[in-house]
Nanobody, 120 residues
Framework: VQLQASGGGLVQAGGSLRLSCVASGSTDSIVAMGWYRQVPGKQRELVAAISSGGNPNYPDPVKGRFTISRDKTKNTVYLQIDSLVPEDTAVYYC???????????????WGQGTQVTVSS
């Protein structure tokens, strides 16, 4: 599975962005996808995830502002970020868990990251 993320950029506080992640390769083996973000000197943190059934999950700090969605026909997962704040500045990474049967969710894949910068 290969993941290609895009959509980052420079945005003013209060604005919105939509990130996209296109999956290719053995996409039938993907059981969940998500978005993480990382700032220098800190651990990568999960900001949104979506199961193969379409159920989203968000950590409390981003609930209400982040929305993850998935278009299986396009093998694409989106992250809509609204009401951006400078603290959202980070590199955002697309993630996928793959593997079926006895290897369910065993494999982890990462995209290359897309920079989001929020100016105050």
């Amino acid at each position: 599975v290969q993941l290609q993320a895009s959509g980052g950029g420079l945005v003013q506080a209060g604005g919105s962005l939509r990130l996209s992640c296109v999956a290719s390769g053995s996409t039938d083996s993907i059981v969940a996808m998500g978005w993480y973000r990382q700032v220098p000197g800190k651990q990568r943190e999960l900001v949104a995830a979506i199961s193969s059934g379409g159920n989203p999950n968000y950590p409390d700090p981003v609930k209400g502002r982040f929305t993850i969605s998935r278009d299986k026909t396009k093998n694409t997962v989106y992250l809509q970020i609204d009401s951006l704040v400078p603290e959202d500045t980070a590199v955002y990474y697309c993630n996928a868990l793959g593997g079926l049967g006895s290897n369910y969710g065993e494999f982890e894949y990462w995209g290359q990251g897309t920079q989001v910068t929020v100016s105050s």
